[in-house]
């Protein structure tokens, strides 16, 4: 059977001279938790909206093979892609408050996306966003679908969220920074839900994110992206336990670690900023940033295997 | 902290609450956002304050910056009341980084003239002795030269994280108050600002207020710890204390709630519930009974005590 996502060789660029996506490639597999982690502008979120084809204007994509549950997503048409947007395959965004219509009702919003799919009466659609509601954890779900976004908190919001993506029971879900607004201890209490639900209905998580410690937490596997490149990517205890590329073990160095670090110890950092990165670029996008870098890494980037499922770009040994 | 010296920073009982308009029909709501503040910051101290969004850290900060008049208490920044200080006197002592370096600098500004207003203000400086000092301070915190002549939009987020540091260091003040100073940046550029403000505060022998809802954050650069919850001080230690000894239901479900980068260890449990902290809407007895996994009866009726510990304290009424 093939993969619920396939993504092989994606390139995304804007018409201008900066590529977001470089040939990035990762697979989530059925059931699984599958995090892409880097920094802003590397090209994560891109590659979400690339997946599900909802690409800003002059946006423009190719791949080698983009599949999902073996159907090509590039053959197909808006009508095709429409028909598996918000059904099969859904999505959720970073800001609760921007993606919920504040015109309408919590109601009317999650059961228009069901009625539109699976071609439902309103009553069974109404039923089923409450016990949805009532399953990420919110309590009254009745007086919530009667409310507009605004009378709900952040939290409430993201739940409302993740509810109204599970309405047409997805296969796969994109989830990008799904948390990247919210306090730290409702962080905790959506990544828990958000990580229950993927065990109980089997779902394929996508979950874009630029935080390791959540990585740590909740991925199965992990993907590294740095200017529009997967430069690294394995399961994660391996990536936790054994990082390859510079730019992976850089990131880690410079995260804070309650209880592990030494006060008047700077924090390792990476020097420098993310380049920009345009169509004809040879060699490492890395390599400026790098402490190991030499000549030949100007040139070319080999694709190494580091163990089993454990890949990255560099010409430092496994 | 010996007696005889003046605290950097020092609040006592200090109050402040905001009246909000509740609409045609609604009622006005008092909206309690720093509610009897009580602390001391000696010279070239860090505290650093953690709490959650509308826990009343910003207005806190707003407070000590002069930037509010609290409605009850004093506050004083080195020994002198911070109402009585004209805005001159108060910007060569105190000066704030805000969180968002993409909105808190005027985009049709160059770098070079946003970090000289300061001086200009004081209206004391030569132009030559405003531009030698806008020189040092963009080499003092990392930024080539020629960048000043740049507009903040040509800039990244570290970098203009960089000018606002400038910024408020131009005029040398005493004390500096950083709200959310990295909230806003990647992870990477996060360390360079974090080591630069480390750097900066032993040279110049800083005192700062760093506020953030980063416990990992709070740990790397505080030398004590203050947690805030619905506009009180719930606990307050020296940082070691406070991260190895949590003794607030409230502190130890923050901590908990911190994902560190270590695999296999899942999603923390935080047990505070779905019902959320509503600054307009206080809750009698302890203000953290209805989320405390371990609240009693009484504490939704008696006030806890704030029982003292070294270099602080913790306000709970089932703590020893």
Known sequence: MSALLEVEKLEVGFGGNTSAVRGASLTVERGETHCLVGESGCGKSVTALAVMNLLARGGHRTAQRLSFQGEDLLKLDDRGMARLRGNAMAMIFQEPMTSLNPAYTIGSQMTE???????????????????????????????????????????LRQRVMIAMALMCEPQLLIADEPTTALDVTVQAQIL?????????????????????????????????????????SAATAQLFADPRHPYTQGLLRCVPVPGKQRQDEPLGSIPGTVPRIGPGFEGCGFRDRCSFADATCARSVPHQVAAPGHDYLCRLAP | MSTTTTPAIELRSVGKTFRVAGGVLGKDRRVVAVDGVSFAVPPGGVLGVVGESGCGKSTLARLILGLLEPDSGDIAVEGQRIVDMDRKARARLIQPVFQDPFSSLNPLTRIRDIVAMPLQAQGTFSRAEIA??????????????????????????????????????????????????????????????????????????????????????????ASEVAV????????????????????????????ASVLTPEPGLGVPDVGLGDVMPDPANIPPGCRFHPRCPIAEPRCATETPPLRPRPGGGVECLLVP
Not at chain 1, 127 to 145: M, N, Y
Not at chain 2, 156 to 179: E, F, K, N, T
Not at chain 2, 238 to 252: C, M, S, V
């Open chain 1, 192 to 232: 828990r839900l958000l990580a229950q639900l993927q065990r109980d209905l089997g779902l394929g998580l996508l979950l874009i994110t630029h935080d390791l410690g959540i990585v740590a937490r909740v991925a199965h596997r992990v993907s590294v992206m740095y200017a529009g490149e997967v430069v690294e």
């Open chain 2, 132 to 221: 030698r000092r806008v020189d040092e301070m963009l080499s003092r915190v990392g930024l080539p030269g020629e960048m000043g002549n740049r507009l903040p939009a040509e800039l990244s987020g570290g970098q203009r994280q960089r000018v606002a540091i400038a910024r408020a260091l131009v005029l040398r003040p005493r004390i500096v108050v950083c709200d959310e100073p990295t909230s806003a940046l990647d992870v990477s550029v996060q360390a360079q600002i974090l080591n630069l403000l480390a750097e900066l505060r032993r040279d110049l022998g800083l005192t700062y207020l760093f506020i953030s809802h980063n416990l990992a954050v709070v740990e790397h650069v």
């Open chain 2, 228 to 255: 805030m919850y619905l506009g009180r001080i719930v606990e307050k230690k020296p940082t070691q204390a406070l991260f190895h000894d949590p003794e607030h239901p409230y502190t130890k479900a923050l901590l």
């Open chain 1, 113 to 155: 996306v069901m009625r539109r799919h699976k071609k439902v009466s309103q009553r069974i659609a109404i039923d089923r966003a409450a016990d949805l509601l009532g399953r990420v954890g919110i309590t009254a779900p009745g007086l919530r679908l009667g409310q507009f976004p605004h009378q709900l908190s952040g939290g």
